[in-house]
């Protein structure tokens, strides 16, 4: 599966953005989905994931009540809506996607195969 992450962009502190990862290839629904970001001078972390078939989801505590992740009414599109923006959140984010994951794998990077090549939020004070 490729995948191609968009909506990045500037924003003031407080304000929303809406990221979307789009999935080719392979259905979307064959794959647990998940965002990271990376800050720069950081380690890329973990943000949130959808849970393939449940649909449960799973975020950072940093992002828990402000950001949202959701499969699209798109088909092969996952989005991640962010609210409440903060300084802190500004990042390169990341889509990726893998086939079969075990629970304690989830906010695990390394534990997915497919990526996406990011788009930069900025957010201002």
């Known amino acids: 599966v490729q995948l191609q992450a968009s909506g990045g962009g500037s924003v003031q502190a407080g304000g929303s953005l809406r990221l979307s990862c789009a999935a080719s290839g392979r259905a979307f629904s064959f794959y647990n989905k998940a965002w990271f970001r990376q800050a720069p001078g950081k380690e890329r972390e973990f943000v949130a994931a959808?849970?393939?078939?449940?649909?449960?989801?799973y975020y950072a505590d940093s992002v828990e009540g402000r950001f949202t992740a959701s499969r699209g009414s798109v088909p092969n599109t996952v989005y991640l809506q962010m609210n409440s923006l903060e300084p802190e959140d500004t990042a390169v984010y990341y889509c990726?996607?893998?086939?079969?994951?075990?629970?304690?794998?989830?906010?695990?990077?390394?534990?997915?195969?497919?990526w996406g090549q990011g788009t930069l939020v900025t957010v201002s004070s």
């Open positions: 990726a996607a893998s086939e079969t994951l075990i629970t304690s794998q989830i906010r695990v990077g390394s534990a997915y195969a497919y």
């Open positions: 959808i849970r393939r078939g449940s649909g449960f989801l």
